[in-house]
């Protein structure tokens, strides 16, 4: 065991600063379950520590279930069943905690997350940017954030995680089919009689990717070349203002107007969320364009706020409850049988009919 550096804690008590050294090495592998702790007497050696000190510090990892004392045998790193706490770590990106954010969407997120708690008996615990929580307080942890995000946060890589909404092959991951979605968003619209679809994205994240895959997808299907001047692709929108996607998709529309939309001639607009077709549809209707009546309009991600907009939204309804039910099952599973191979586990999207796309006499190109 290596000492810890006392001087880059001033003033802490010495028994925490062995206790943290202990947990650091318990938690990044380097003291693995069933591996023998050093003896009373070299902890005492190592850190100059006063045998009652050395007691204190065994008996609350001991306390913690992270250690177990063996008569004439030493003090052991605790199997993985009696080092668990009953704590999942939720790292939610920030964005996801303000007001800029659809608060249905994050809701029905959180509320499939408690739901699956409660019934596992596991408690969950809010993760902060400024890491309030040790990460040896936590059995492993949901990460409804960016994958880079989480990264520049130090979570151990030993320590289980599930990130949701994100497609990637080194965490196990839980979606929602994103291609299959726009894919089928696509696919109505064309089934409407509509052939010059247009849509907005953000053109490097991840699920506008698949979403913009899927739509591609639909078109190649009906034997529609898409245009490029059909696809509205920008960098990534600022999470600044109130409703960012709102305005984001007001902000594109209006621009798209400005440069020539009507002589795109289409007839409809895959939008890459709720928010940002509802902007959509704002503008549009502003500048005297009927929706759906001369352009169509379909979101992404099926929440309630599809209805209080005139006319309703049509959209595509994430599962998002489910997934944050599934997430916390995956994660548990990884909690109490060890390291998995990671997979991307998606759930299946349906088309929430509302009042935004119309019917259209098909017409020759």
């Not at 990106?93 to 608060?103: A, G, K, L, N």
Request: some cysteine; glycine content about 6%; overall charge negative.
């Amino acid at each position: 065991m290596t000492n810890v550096d006392t001087k880059s804690k001033k003033g802490m008590p010495k028994y925490l600063h062995i206790y943290e050294d202990i947990h650091r090495q318990i938690q990044n592998g380097t003291l693995k379950p069933g591996d023998r702790l050093p003896s009373f007497s070299e902890l005492r050696t190592s850190y100059d520590a006063m045998p009652a000190t050395v007691d204190r510090t065994y008996a609350r990892l001991e306390r913690e279930n992270l250690v177990v004392r063996e008569a004439r045998r030493g003090v052991f790193v605790a199997p993985r069943e009696l080092a668990q706490t009953g704590t999942i770590g939720l790292l939610l990106r920030s964005v996801y905690r303000t007001p800029p954010h659809d608060s249905a969407y994050v809701q029905h997120v959180l509320d499939g997350i408690l739901e699956a708690s409660r019934e596992l008996e596991m408690k969950i615990t809010l993760i902060e940017d400024n890491c309030n929580v040790h990460y040896h307080q936590v059995d492993g942890i949901l990460l409804c954030c960016d994958k880079w995000e989480a990264y520049a946060m130090g979570i151990p890589e030993q320590l289980p995680q599930v990130i949701l909404f994100q497609h990637t092959n080194d965490i196990t991951s839980v979606t929602a089919d994103d291609f299959g979605g726009a894919r089928m968003a696509t696919s109505h619209l064309i089934a409407q009689g509509h052939r010059r679809i247009a849509c907005l994205m953000e053109e490097n994240l991840d699920i506008p990717i698949q979403r913009r895959a899927g739509y591609h997808a639909a078109l190649l299907d009906a034997g529609i070349e898409a245009l490029p001047q059909w696809m509205r692709l920008t960098e990534k929108t600022s999470p600044s203002k109130s409703l960012y996607y709102l305005e984001w998709g007001r902000q594109q529309m209006r621009a798209w107007l400005n440069e020539g939309w009507l002589d795109l001639q289409c007839t409809a607009i895959v939008a890459q969320n709720d928010l940002s077709a509802i902007g959509i549809v704002q503008v549009l209707q502003e500048a005297g364009i009927d929706v759906p009546g001369k352009v169509s309009v379909i979101g992404f991600d099926g929440t309630p706020i599809c209805d209080v907009t005139s006319p309703r939204l049509t959209s595509i309804q994430v599962p998002l409850f489910d997934i944050g039910k599934e997430a916390v099952k995956v994660l548990c599973d990884q909690i109490k049988n060890g390291p998995q191979t990671p997979r991307e586990i998606s759930l299946p999207v349906k088309l929430r009919a509302g009042d935004s796309v119309a019917q259209i006499e098909l017409k020759g190109e």
